[in-house]
């Protein structure tokens, strides 16, 4: 303790500062501080890593001595810390490299118990399959890294041998069908390297057979809109093999006629957006309908969309330029002078009685969906009867069976008197006719 006093002219007192000086405690020479156990990091050692688990690998008999090693040893070994190995020596067999080799590192650097020297046939793949789910329910902490595992797996696809990748892709498959891996992990698959040689698509073909036998069809094509790929099928073809004449080939060969309708349907989804939006610039262009006509036509010779579609497709595009009022009252007028202005349109493509029920079908759905138009379906039908779009025998059919259960009960309600009037003025046709 040390004390300063200050001397002043006021009255003599003493003021006093005290500073406390903490000692410094001895250090010995040559006295080691120590670090705590957890703040040690060991040395990231995948070799050291691998050697244990082609040591325990090699040692056990079969496939169940396999899965009960990979069960135990992960109180041991660092799954956490090397799972991405784990799976290569599972996999491949030894630790991979870029390219697909492997590392042919230290004394013993390739175990034969693994997928790629197991045998191809289906018996044997779901054996190994077992190995490798009850490894990831085991310690979860594996599931993304396995994940994450097949990514790069599949990128090196190329630098297997042909065998390899047959047997990898049943095995992908299995893992698909059972949840082990998503089905998105095969759109690293849309890669340069791995499309110019047709590798990405056989790989994909022999998958898509696998998991078609393995779990149905509808699991195939769920597995495909779930990973993304059902509209991206072409994609996989190279270049100079890109067409739908080919793809058709190809896949029908194997099976899969399935995955070709599912290109078509996605082709045909395709082909009407752009048809739509063919009608929607020629309008905003404000060309002769005659125009617009013609380019519909020719859209629709080239994408093979059948008529009733294509009215279907004209009624949503010409309602969705119109500004409705949003009184319920003003709203029918408003639509029959819309509608006025696309009579030679609407004429165009109901050529036929499916066309004209088509048409009465997409206007029900339409008033249903909007309800301020809910009492201006049976003004739109009247108006397109008087314009000669739609005629009596779509219409009558409509009321009698092939109406939409959408708001059903009061569209025909509403549709009852002009019925009654078709109904009649029928059969004065047909008692004119007897006479």
Not at 72 to 89: H, M, P, S, W
Not at 104 to 123: H, L, N, R, V, W
Not at 315 to 324: A, L, N, R, Y
Request: proline fraction near 3%; aromatic fraction near 10%; charge should be neutral.
């Amino acid at each position: 303790m040390s004390c300063v006093i200050h001397p002043t002219t006021k009255p003599p007192f003493k003021l006093t500062y005290c500073m406390s000086q903490k000692a410094e405690r001895p250090v010995l020479q040559g006295q080691r501080i120590k670090t705590r156990k957890r703040d040690e990091k060991e040395k990231y050692d995948p070799t050291g890593f691998r050697d244990a688990v082609i040591l325990g690998l090699e040692k056990a008999e079969d496939l169940e001595q396999i899965s009960k090693f990979l069960d135990t040893a992960g109180n041991k070994l660092d799954y956490r810390r090397y799972g991405e190995v784990l799976f290569d020596i599972l996999i491949a067999g030894g630790l991979l490299v870029p390219g697909g080799s492997i590392s042919q590192d230290g004394e013993k650097p390739y175990t034969s118990a693994c997928i790629f020297a197991a045998s191809e046939d289906m018996d044997s793949m779901r054996e190994q399959e077992q190995i490798l789910i009850k490894l990831v329910r085991r310690y979860k902490y594996l599931e993304k890294m396995f994940e994450d595992e097949m990514k790069k797996v599949l990128i090196f696809i190329k630098g297997f041998k042909p065998i390899e990748r047959i047997k990898l892709a049943r095995m992908t498959a299995l893992w698909i069908a059972s949840g082990t891996v998503p089905p998105n992990v095969l759109v690293v698959l849309y890669n340069e390297h791995l499309i110019k040689d047709s590798v990405a698509l056989d790989f994909l073909l022999e998958l898509f057979v696998t998991l078609k036998q393995e779990r149905g069809v509808q699991a195939l094509v769920t597995s495909l809109k779930k990973g993304q790929l059902e509209n991206r099928l072409m994609e996989f073809f190279p270049l100079n093999k890109r067409t739908d004449e080919n793809l058709i080939k190809t896949f029908t060969e194997r099976g899969l006629e399935d995955v070709v309708k599912l290109h078509k349907a996605q082709a045909s989804q395709e082909a009407k957006r752009e048809l739509q939006l063919l009608i929607v610039d020629d309008i905003k262009d404000n060309k002769q309908q005659k125009d617009i006509i013609a380019n519909v036509k020719e859209m629709a010779a080239k994408y093979l969309i059948p008529e009733q579609e294509v009215i279907g497709i004209i009624w949503t595009t010409v309602m969705s330029f119109g500004d409705w009022n949003k009184k319920e009252e003003l709203v029918a007028d408003q639509a029959l002078r819309h509608l006025k202005n696309y009579q030679q349109l609407f004429q165009a493509f109901t050529s036929n009685d499916r066309s004209e029920l088509g048409l009465i079908l997409k206007i029900q759905e339409y008033c249903y969906e909007n309800m301020n138009f809910m009492n201006s379906f049976y003004k739109i039908i009247v108006l397109f009867y008087k314009m000669e779009i739609i005629s009596e025998e779509p219409v009558l059919r409509w009321y009698r069976e092939a109406h939409s259960p959408k708001g059903k009960m009061h569209f025909l309600e509403k549709m009852r008197p002009f019925i009654e009037w078709l109904q009649n003025a029928e059969e004065e046709s047909g008692s004119e006719e007897d006479e």
